[in-house]
């Protein structure tokens, strides 16, 4: 099972930055597209960015021309550089490709634990 570690989380006032970084490790894979996924209080986890493994971007647009998703190349990692932020950001941010990857188990999809954001008002 590959695991997934994503890390940069914090507290943070609004308007500040913050940028995620996670790496994919283990049995050797290529993931094509790598996400950052949120779930905020309360919500339904969503999709906040995507990258391919040509460049190819995509950003909800709760996010666009705020967040700037990145990797080297085709290798399993990316970086989420988040600026302006807001209350409306909060949550936790979770990397993964996308459709996210299976769980070993066979039963639904692979999570990690996840990196928290705080954005105080």
């Known amino acids: 099972q590959v695991q997934i570690r994503e890390s940069g989380g914090g507290l943070v006032q609004a308007g500040a930055s913050l940028r995620l970084s996670c790496v994919a490790l283990?049995?050797?894979?290529?993931?094509?597209?790598i996400g950052w996924y949120r779930q905020g209080p309360g919500k339904e986890r969503e999709l906040v960015a995507r990258?391919?493994?040509?460049?190819?971007?995509y950003y909800s647009d709760s996010v666009k021309g705020r967040f700037t998703i990145s990797r080297d190349g085709d290798k399993n990692a990316a970086d989420l550089q988040m600026n302006s932020l807001n209350a409306e950001d909060t949550g936790t941010y979770y990397c993964?490709?996308?459709?996210?990857?299976?769980?070993?188990?066979?039963?639904?999809?692979?999570w990690g634990q996840g990196t928290q954001v705080t954005v105080s008002s």
């Open positions: 993964n490709s996308v459709p996210p990857l299976p769980s070993a188990t066979g039963r639904g999809d692979y």
């Open positions: 283990g049995p050797t894979i290529s993931i094509n597209n």
């Open positions: 990258i391919s493994n040509t460049g190819y971007t």
